[in-house]
T-cell receptor
Framework: GNSVTQMEGPVTLSEEAFLTINCTYTATGYPSLFWYVQYPGEGLQLLLKATKADDKGSNKGFEATYRKETTSFHLEKGSVQVSDSAVYFCALVQQGGSEKLVFGKGMKLTVNP | KAGVTQTPRYLIKTRGQQVTLSCSPISGHRSVSWYQQTPGQGLQFLFEYFSETQRNKGNFPGRFSGRQFSNSRSEMNVSTLELGDSALYLC???????????????FGPGTRLLVL
């Protein structure tokens, strides 16, 4: 079945450090890919998404590129801030037929000043 | 615009009991999805409702059921509770017009259920 594998952490970085969170997927067909973020005390919210190969999603300085050849959707940010401390989830939706949103286990990021 | 609301926020039940959780979507949203979040299994999709009909379903036993009302509000019911049902239950809504879960999902704060 469809699955998402991501770095689980937890990860602690200093402010202005470079961030990469790896995400790879297994799916039939051409899934849409997402990064969701859960800030402390808040619900999940969509960070960015990509719906086809080579698409790049971007938001709030974060970027991820849909790489079909490596079945990956790694999240990157050039300079993290304390406010980026949160749990990050990679997810996919397989198109067509009976759908479900499949999440990775999530990675907790803490950014220290 | 008000966000997705879930009630109650916290709940304690004992094994064998049943529980009903409620979710009010964002105004105008017609799709409501439910998820279970646990430390061991992470976030797992339960089911999605659109226009009072279950449109998509995850891999959970029949003890987990749901329904949606004409105003798009949704309830989730778990019967014969087990210890392993202790989790954060999240509800998400979307416009639903595309017919796909690819639409941006807007999540509520969740209901934390503890089964003793």
């Amino acid at each position: 079945g469809n699955s998402v594998t991501q770095m689980e952490g937890p990860v602690t970085l200093s402010e202005e450090a470079f961030l990469t969170i790896n995400c790879t997927y297994t799916a039939t067909g051409y899934p849409s890919l997402f990064w969701y973020v859960q800030y402390p005390g808040e619900g999940l919210q969509l960070l960015l998404k990509a719906t086809k190969a080579d698409d790049k999603g971007s938001n709030k300085g974060f970027e991820a590129t849909y790489r079909k050849e490596t079945t990956s959707f790694h999240l990157e940010k050039g300079s993290v801030q304390v406010s980026d401390s949160a749990v990050y989830f990679c997810a996919l939706v397989q198109q067509g037929g009976s759908e479900k949103l499949v999440f990775g286990k999530g990675m907790k990021l803490t950014v220290n000043p | 615009k008000a966000g997705v609301t879930q009630t109650p926020r916290y709940l304690i039940k004992t094994r064998g009991q049943q529980v009903t959780l409620s979710c009010s979507p964002i105004s105008g949203h017609r799709s409501v999805s439910w998820y279970q979040q646990t430390p061991g299994q992470g976030l797992q999709f339960l089911f999605e409702y659109f226009s009072e009909t279950q449109r998509n379903k995850g891999n959970f036993p029949g003890r987990f059921s749901g329904r949606q009302f004409s105003n798009s509000r949704s309830e989730m019911n778990v019967s014969t509770l087990e210890l392993g049902d202790s989790a954060l239950y999240l509800c998400a809504s979307s416009k639903g017009t595309s017919g796909s879960l690819q639409e941006t999902q807007y999540f509520g704060p969740g209901t934390r259920l503890l089964v003793l």
